[in-house]
């Protein structure tokens, strides 16, 4: 089974709205991080947000919000007020603390911003 | 800035030919991981160091191998290069424990283009 799960491999949004990209993951360990990253086409990779599993409320980062859902398993990122600059591939990611540290990735939503 | 510095950031080259990428990790930072990244696709983890031991291996391939030194370096070592290894190829950094929030430190990236 899939870690990491997103299921919109293309978004679009008009400037100045709010958009929601979807993650869902799967884990059995009880402590874990949730963290989305930005790779804008220049191609680097940009932190956004993280998200452990005991934070109680959801994580928000300027723009950026965390919808934390911890018993369905999601992790969607909200992104308020959308800017152009805000085109990008936008990958979710977990990080499993007790099995490995390993981190999983998603396989990305690539975000248009529409002016 | 993430601290993370890749060498070459590009770099064009033959099939049959064999290739060096460099990593040099945030200062204090034992992880080392390799991610590959083909064209429009997701990040593929290549393999994990932490304090020059080898901690997970990805879907790497057999012509592919890594290593990391004493001064906490890492070299990932592409050979018999084939066409469809042109990819962008991610090394990322991570303190142990996580730090505060946990997140991978990526350096900007090599491309590799093999012609």
């Known amino acids: 089974a899939q870690k990491i799960t997103q299921t919109q491999p293309g978004m679009f949004v008009q400037e100045k709205e709010a958009v929601t990209l979807d993650c869902t993951y799967d884990t059995s360990d009880q402590s874990y991080g949730l963290f989305w990253y930005k790779q804008p086409s220049s191609g680097e990779m940009i932190f956004l947000i993280y998200q452990g599993s005991y934070d109680e409320q959801n994580a928000t980062e300027g723009r950026y919000s965390l919808n934390f859902q911890k018993a369905r398993k999601s992790a969607n990122l909200v992104i308020s007020a959308s800017q152009l600059g805000d085109s990008a591939m936008y990958f979710c990611a977990m990080r499993e603390w007790n099995t490995g540290n390993q981190f999983y990735f998603g396989t990305g939503t690539s975000l248009t911003v529409i002016p | 800035d993430s601290g993370v510095t890749q060498t070459p950031k590009h770099l064009i080259t033959a099939t049959g030919q064999r290739v060096t990428l460099r990593c040099s990790p945030r200062s204090g930072d034992l992880s080392v991981y390799w991610y590959q990244q083909s064209l429009d696709q997701g990040l593929q983890f290549l393999i994990q160091y932490y304090n020059g031991e080898e901690r997970a291996k990805g879907n790497i391939l057999e012509r592919f191998s890594a290593q990391q030194f004493p001064d906490l370096h890492s070299e990932l070592n592409l050979s018999s290069l084939e066409l469809g290894d042109s990819a962008l190829y991610f090394c990322?950094?991570?303190?142990?424990?996580?730090?505060?929030?946990?997140?991978?430190?990526f350096g900007e990236g090599s491309r590799l283009t093999v012609l």
């Open positions: 990322a950094s991570s303190p142990r424990g996580g730090g505060n929030t946990g997140e991978l430190f």
